[in-house]
Nanobody, 120 residues
């Protein structure tokens, strides 16, 4: 079955950086878009970023939530079945559990999440 395992979270000071990873299994990774979401305490889950499947012809596309544009970068390594989220210029309001997500057929899969805490 589809499995997603996130890692890379932790405690970082404001202005710092972190790189999250999500290793996928159970499906043909390169053929599916991948997503990052986050959920802060007491708030709804929020879209962070999306990366398209790796196309044969035209370039890959990335989409970001307004709150992270210009600071976060999503990327993927199809050879390692891994999607990354590089987070720079972190702010206290970025504190949340970050989740990896994909949709395979009629199924939606989520990882267990990785905690990111931005605090001095």
């Amino acid at each position: 079955q589809v499995q997603l395992v996130e890692s890379g979270g932790g405690l970082v000071q404001p202005g710092g950086s972190l790189r999250l990873s999500c290793v996928a299994s159970g499906f043909t990774f390169r053929m599916y878009p991948m997503y990052w979401y986050r959920q802060a305490p007491g708030k709804e889950r929020e879209f962070v970023a999306r990366i398209s499947m790796t196309p044969r012809l035209n370039g890959m596309t990335m989409t970001y939530g307004d709150s992270v544009k210009g600071r976060f970068t999503i990327s993927r390594d199809d050879g390692k079945n891994t999607v990354f989220l590089q987070m720079n210029s972190l702010k206290p309001e970025d504190t949340a559990v970050y989740y990896c997500n994909t949709r395979v057929g009629s199924s939606e899969a989520w990882g267990q999440g990785t905690q990111v805490t931005v605090s001095s």
